[in-house]
């Protein structure tokens, strides 16, 4: 049957249902006149009688009920999926996907997307810490976290974070046996902790910048890492420096557990935007946890 016909299977349950042309036209608001014809239509297409109808009662013939027992309940379970699909629009709800670093993931996403979630059951959140820049379109991503420099300009994009600080920083220990650097390029003598990017399999060069003049310091040490915090275990421990933000380290640093070098060199990046692609349809939930990511500075002051 083709599709268009599916309306004239409506149209049968309501008059087998209701066992009334009279009723069943003013149920599907069509007249009795259109109604019948679009039985007698059906009827002809099937090459059966689905309705015996005399002057005071219509009802279903034998294969007419038999239409009626296995053909209504689908209609009514695609009723019911379509009723369930349309609470997306309603209400808070479905499975949001969100690509970040560990980093944001810690610092921002986790203590705000708490606080909020328990309000909103039906709102399922995944995040998978990521280095590599992921194409969040191809990869089938709700939203991305990088700094504002890193959104490409076709996504839509918000701050959740102000502009975030780097520090170079290395243990007490650490630095007692070696003499402090004084320009990037005394990073060659040191043990440097780094980050691989799973872009084409390479370090994170170390961006430094001191007014106009600007560095990309490729460094070398002995150990690597794909994440932040083991970087910064790293430099705890005393295996060399880190380059890091610098609010991650500012409770170690104030402790005596970090010591900050080349502090004139690290510069300040734009801070971390949650951004998306331009869709029509935005759905609650994705308004629900961009609302909560939502950098508001007066939530910062003391």
């Known amino acids: 049957m083709r599709r268009e016909n599916y ?15 009279t009723r069943a036209s003013a149920q599907l608001g069509v007249s009795q006149s259109a109604l019948s014809h679009t039985i007698r239509s059906l009827e002809s297409r099937l090459g059966l009688r689905l309705l015996t109808r005399t002057t005071r009662s219509v009802a279903p013939t034998e294969a ?10 689908r209609f009514e379970e695609i009723e019911s999926e379509l009723a369930a699909v349309t609470e997306f629009r309603d209400k808070p709800a ?42 969040i379109v191809a990869e089938r991503y709700d939203i991305g976290v990088r700094t504002g420099d890193q959104v490409a300009k076709d996504m839509i994009a918000v701050r959740i974070a102000p502009d975030m600080r780097m520090a170079i920083v290395g243990s007490p220990g650490y630095l007692a046996e070696r003499e402090l650097p004084r320009k990037p390029q005394d990073l060659t003598a040191h043990n440097c902790i780094n980050l691989r990017l799973p872009t084409l399999g390479g370090f994170y ?82 308004t629900v946890v961009i609302d909560a990511l939502r950098y508001r500075p007066e939530d910062t002051k003391p």
């Open 7 to 21: 309306n004239d299977l409506l149209a049968f349950i309501a008059v087998a249902r209701e066992r009334s042309f």
């Open 64 to 73: 007419g009920e038999r239409l009626l027992l296995t053909v209504a309940p």
């Open 94 to 135: 479905g499975t949001i996907r969100i690509t970040a670093t560990d980093y944001a993931t810690k610092t921002i996403l986790w203590p705000r997307l708490s606080k909020v979630l328990r309000k909103y059951p039906e709102i399922k959140v995944e995040i998978m810490t990521d280095y590599g820049l992921s194409d």
């Open 205 to 286: 060069p170390w961006e430094l910048k001191k007014g106009s003049r600007a560095v990309q310091a490729r460094v070398e040490g002995q150990f690597a890492f794909n994440g932040t915090y083991q970087m910064l275990d790293a430099a705890l421990s005393g295996y060399g420096l880190a380059y890091v933000p610098a609010d991650l380290v500012q409770a170690h640093v104030a402790a005596g557990r970090l010591v900050r070098v080349l502090e004139d060199w690290c510069p300040t990046f734009p801070g971390l935007h949650a951004y998306y692609a331009n869709r029509r349809e935005f759905s609650r939930a994705m």
